[in-house]
């Protein structure tokens, strides 16, 4: 269980470093702290500033989250190209088989799904409304060509859709959906954060004599900042993240298997996986384990009658790691000196504003008008 909490943990890393990246130019507010000398600046004044960043992409990324939920986009997107299977041609045998799992994991409102895709791919996706299993053809079409007859291609169809209900029982497809939800908030808000930016580097070039230079200054700073945190994101974060997912993705894909074999039984489900050859399938959310270690570990299952229910303590793991994303914003403004900010801000543009009085004062006196 502690892995799927560091999961949680990491996807949230990533979509803030994620976040970061687009919304870097608002570190530029903090550059007169950062190079100032003045006495009144406190030193904490620039971590104040970073914090405030973090503290707004936590409370975007939530706010994201919660409308992703409540209505689906992200879902959606990965549903495109579906169709549900009732409504295609000569799919209607898998009803039976489909109704049996959806009674065993007591999910009576799951739809299934068939993608019109090549790929050997299935996946569970779902959102606080609907949830989905999705089949590509290009899966079916592997079991339709080993069919030995018609009883063990829906027994094959049956493991496949049980396993992929075990993840949706135990809700696995919350983290990628995070990462998804991450990747099209950042997607909208990044071409507001470049407009804005773009436009105030103009604003800045018009301003005779130093514009051209602030502005080019500016934009440089911003392509060395996009550049070191892009590189950490990408080797640093995501490579731990790719690390601790190939742990926990085995471990899930175990039990997944071991969920959906307890309804036909440890020797239809390895052989169900047996078809699909050394690496098994595709899917979009996990990394399977070597196909031969799938059916050594659900050979020996055996059949039961009961519902199956989500792993124990599964659903306390993910209340806690949901609970974490939101409470996080309120421990990092509890550490934010937003007063102290404004202060030194509102003290610093005072400074400033009398410096360029006294310039201009002394240029008058020179007989150069402003």
Same mark, same amino acid.
């Given at each position: ?23 870097? @130019? ?5 550059? @007169? =702290? ?19 960043? !973090? ?17 689906? +986009? ?23 088989? !489909? ?23 299935? !996946? ?53 959906? $995070? ?14 954060? =470049? ?12 301003? @005779? +004599? ?6 080019? =200054? =500016? ?69 399977? @384990? ?6 050594? &570990?659900? &050979? ?38 937003? &007063? ?7 003290? $610093? ?22």
């Amino acid at each position: 269980m502690i892995y799927k909490l560091l999961n949680f943990i990491l996807v949230y890393i990533l979509s803030i470093f994620n976040f970061a990246i687009i919304m870097s @130019p608002m570190l530029f507010f903090a550059i @007169p =702290l950062m190079i100032t000398k003045s006495d009144y600046i406190k030193s904490d004044s620039t971590l104040t500033v970073i914090l405030l960043v !973090f503290f707004i992409v936590s409370c975007l990324m939530i706010v994201v989250m919660l409308f992703d939920l409540l209505f689906g +986009f992200s879902t959606r997107f990965y549903l495109k190209g579906t169709k549900e299977f009732s409504k295609i041609k000569n799919y209607d045998i898998l009803s039976d088989v !489909f109704d049996e799992v959806k009674m065993r994991f007591n999910k009576p409102n799951v739809r299934l799904m068939i993608l019109n895709s090549s790929e050997a791919n299935a !996946f569970a996706i779902g959102n606080l409304g609907r949830q989905y299993i999705v089949v590509t053809n290009g899966l079916i079409s592997e079991y339709l060509i080993q069919m030995k007859d018609r009883e063990y291609f829906l027994n094959c169809m049956k493991c496949i859709i049980g396993h992929e209900m075990s993840h949706l029982i135990n809700k696995d497809y919350l983290p990628g959906l $995070l990462l998804k939800v991450n990747e099209l908030a950042t997607s909208f808000v990044s071409k507001i954060i =470049l407009l804005i930016f773009n436009i105030i580097i103009r604003i800045i070039g018009i301003i @005779p +004599f130093v514009g051209g230079i602030v502005s080019s =200054l =500016l934009l440089n700073f911003f392509k060395l900042l996009d550049f070191i945190i892009t590189f950490f994101y990408k080797y640093v974060i995501l490579t731990i993240y790719k690390l601790i997912q190939l742990k926990i993705s085995r471990n899930r894909e175990y039990r997944c298997d071991k969920q959906s074999a307890m309804i036909s039984g440890g020797d239809l489900m390895s052989e169900a996986l047996s078809v699909l050859g050394e690496n098994g399938y595709i899917t979009i959310f996990s990394s399977h @384990p070597k196909t031969s270690s799938r059916v050594k &570990k659900v &050979k020996l299952v055996e059949r039961t009658y009961g519902t199956i229910t989500p792993q124990f303590g599964n659903n306390f793991v993910n209340f806690c790691s949901v609970l974490f994303i939101l409470i996080l914003p309120f421990i990092i403004y509890y550490y934010m000196d937003i &007063k102290g900010l404004v202060e030194n801000y509102e003290t $610093l543009a005072f400074d400033i504003k009398m410096k360029i009085n006294g310039i201009k004062i002394k240029l008058m006196s020179w007989g150069i008008n402003i």
